[in-house]
């Protein structure tokens, strides 16, 4: 594996930075894999990366019709937690930030992962209840999560200052210590460079245009550099999931909205958690390493393809963060932008084998940056062994026939 030292970096910065080694090469795509996967977000490139470090199959490929990490890996907003409500949601998140916290280690790149913690304010007594539920889901797999009143509230956001006219006022709040902010695109990069490292190719601008069949089994894919032989397909191309299942003739239980965030001009270190207002479904804030005020919502409440949110969102946003901290009301806004998220009627991801042998989906849903190792991890023992991990046994799409969903809308899935 390539390894990065003091005494490269050293070397790199006395010769003009001119000899650094390529993160992953760029090969011409060969004419038959193993395995194919279909996009290069951060999904589809753990993906890759556990098939070969856990399945020992490296004859595989990832496809990205764009640049890695273009899609929603790039445009999150970086929060990963485990506080859901339902008991096959809390192990499977768990899973992921014992991940995250191992990974820069793992593959000796960054992740920047930074233990925040988030505190989620109580104002209603709907959410109260909601919280004391989750708690009790979280304490029986070992997880934090605690109710704290306003005095812990103060000591951990000195500038927390509500307004007297609140609409909702704040009557505590729930605090998961574990919740972290973990840089995004080094995820993408991270398990890239360890996949490439250990065999995968990873091809870009390289989009897949259809799923060929044959007496109902995958045989390849169509993309613009040719047909490409294959016996198995993982998709794991957020916000392009109907798409390309229809191409092997699927029809998803989801629907395609879009998420939208935006950023401050960057100020000095002044908010150290991240902050939820307005229940579960409600806005969040942050500060990012750079200083930015990070604000976002939950989906925009129409189905798009458009990667462009609306105003109204922004509106209501901005007016409970300044409910909360009306000393953000002189704050400029710096940039904003949007994805589009695949959203499972449930709120839960899907992780799944098909009617079709051989093609796998990995729907990431609203929060799949927090997932993401988990996800990948669970995914490539999927695709390996056409067997559910066990962690995931209950994320296939056979809940949605059968009824037995994994009920995380409205209450616990955004962010
Ligand atoms: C504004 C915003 C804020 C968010 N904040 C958070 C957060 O704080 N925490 C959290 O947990 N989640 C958050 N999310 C959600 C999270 O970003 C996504 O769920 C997650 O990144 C999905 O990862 P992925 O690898 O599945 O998809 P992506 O990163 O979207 O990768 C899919 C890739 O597939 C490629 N692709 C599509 N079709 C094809 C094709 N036909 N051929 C080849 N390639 C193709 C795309 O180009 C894309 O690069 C946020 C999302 C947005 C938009």
Redo the contacts with the bound molecule.
Sequence with gaps: MKRFSFFALARNALTGHRNWAQMWRSPEPRREYDAVI???????LGTAYYLARNHGMSNVAV????WL????????????RSNFLREESVPFHEKSLDLYQGLSRELNFNLMVSERGMITFIQSSAVNRIALQMANTMHIYGAEYRMIGLDEVRRRIPIFDPSPDMRLPITGAVYQPRASMVRHDAVAWGFARGADARGVDIIQN????GIRRDGGRITGVETNRGFIATPRVGM?????GS??AAMAGIRLPIVTQP???WVSEPIKPILDEIVVIRSYYGTYLMQSDKGEIVI?QGCDPYPSYAQRGTFPIIEDATTAMLEVFPRFRRLRLLRH?????DMPYDGSPIISRTDVPGFYV?V?????????PAAAYTFAHLIARDEPHPLAARLGLDRFSSGRLVQEGGVSAN?
């Design positions: 279909i996009g290069g977000g951060g999904h589809g496809f990205e019709k764009g990490g273009g899609g929603n890996t790039g445009r999150n907003t970086m929060t990963v390289c989009e897949v245009t794991a191309v957020a916000g392009h798409v390309v998420l939208q965030a976002g932008w949007a994805g589009m998220l990995d990431a849903g609203s929060g799949g940056f927090k997932t993401t962010r």
